[in-house]
């Protein structure tokens, strides 16, 4: 199957703080890209949908300021939480579609902890 | 009203088992169905498609009926390996998918 890459795997930051989150298609090309929140104990929450070369799409409540998405190549997208505040730890994971599979593949997620 | 709706669990059966999970979607306008499985902190993994027809991999059994928006997995002789969270997904297409919360099972020996 098709691979999707994250990093950080892991990552604990200071209120206040920026984090970036990057995912990445490793063997073929995605011009979408999915990002997801798990909050412990629930279920998948989609935040935002990555389009290549254009804006992201963003859920209802999910505030495109604080999240900000960048899809700049067809096997980059980059999440970075701004102003982090521990209400933000959670456990995030991107997926892309690999076309020839028609599913959607995962990373193996991030876990942001914020203190 | 949650868009996919999962019993929680905890199911905790003996090996050798057999364990039926049930779903619900609310959203009538869902086109494919899946059983997803994700194991403790890591990302969720594509177990299987599901079809009104219902289609068997193995030891796995998937149904799918539209009229009762109800999805079902069914696992016969149950493994240690299978301990996990089944998670049911409802989705649009593959750019909209819809995840229950998940239904978690510990099998033990």
């Known amino acids: 199957g098709a691979v999707v890459s994250q990093h950080p795997s892991r990552v604990i930051c200071k209120s206040g703080t920026s984090v970036k989150i990057e995912c990445r298609s490793l063997d073929f090309q995605a011009t979408t890209m999915f990002w997801y929140r798990q909050f412990p104990k629930q279920s998948l929450m989609l935040m935002a949908t990555?389009?290549?070369?254009?804006?992201?799409?963003?859920e209802q409540g999910v505030e495109k300021d604080k999240f900000l998405i960048n899809h700049a190549s067809l096997t980059l997208s980059t999440l970075t939480v701004t102003s982090a505040h521990p209400e933000d730890s959670s456990f995030y994971i991107c997926?892309?579609?690999?076309?020839?599979?028609?599913?959607?593949?995962f990373g193996p997620g991030t876990r942001l902890t914020v203190l | 009203r949650k868009e996919v709706e999962q019993d929680p669990g905890p199911f905790n059966v003996p090996e050798g088992a057999t364990v039926a999970f049930n779903c619900t979607y609310s959203n009538s306008a869902s086109q494919s169905f899946f059983w997803y499985r994700q194991d403790c902190r890591k990302e969720p993994k594509l177990l299987m498609s599901v079809y009104s027809s219902g289609n068997e991999d193995g030891r796995f059994t998937a149904q799918l009926n539209r009229a009762s928006q109800y999805i079902s997995l069914l696992i016969r002789d149950s493994k240690l390996s299978d301990s996990a969270t089944y998670l049911c997904?409802?989705?649009?297409?593959?750019?909209?998918?819809?995840f229950g919360a998940g239904t978690r099972l510990t099998v033990k020996p």
């Open positions: 990555s389009n290549e070369g254009s804006k992201a799409t963003y």
């Open positions: 997926s892309a579609v690999a076309g020839s599979y028609n599913e959607q593949f």
């Open positions: 997904v409802g989705a649009y297409n593959n750019n909209d998918m819809r």
